[in-house]
């Protein structure tokens, strides 16, 4: 096989989720792409770090320093959703439902490939959760990390933090979402009553 073919294989294996089979189907299709989208996708790539940052805030992808929801001011400020990934984050928004505010985390806690807290945005969550306190008062913590075990382990984590404080109070989405699932492939009514039934 060709080896430029083969490197972009493996280059397009370096994303999540992407086998060599997928990535093989990738290059195919590029190869029957004009030359001026292949052009704009180059650019684009070149560009992303440059036109697409986190948000300061709550580190959801923005445009600017603070993404559309953390600007927003019609947001509810007395509630902070912690999420694991931006991908849950936007399957949240999607339901209309939820008004507070967001925290992505970027990860779970996961010893085994290397993860520990002190690679999370932990510390950030605590600044914030502060931050919140101060202008706000009480806050509602809810907890919406997968339940998966680095999702369990992530949140038992985040509980452990705030068990002393008597103005955070710390909910968790409700079990309508299946144990092993992910919140960016499930569903909008599974996340509405995983939001309604929280406890």
Known sequence: MNPRFKQLV???Q???GVGPRQGARFVLSLLDRDDSELKELGTAIVDLKKSIHFCRECFNVADDHLCTVCSDARRNHATLMVMEKVTDLDSMEKTGLYKGLYHVL???INPVNGVGPDKLRLKEL???VASLQKKNGPLELVLATNPTTEGETTA??????FKKSKTVTITRLAR????????EYTDETTLKNALEYRK
């Open 176 to 183: 309508g979402l299946s144990s092993g699932s992910n919140l």
């Open 14 to 16: 370096k994303l999540p």
């Open 106 to 108: 970027g990860g779970t």
């Open 126 to 128: 605590s600044s914030r």
């Open 156 to 161: 038992l984590y985040i509980r452990e933090l």
């Open 10 to 12: 493996k280059l397009f």
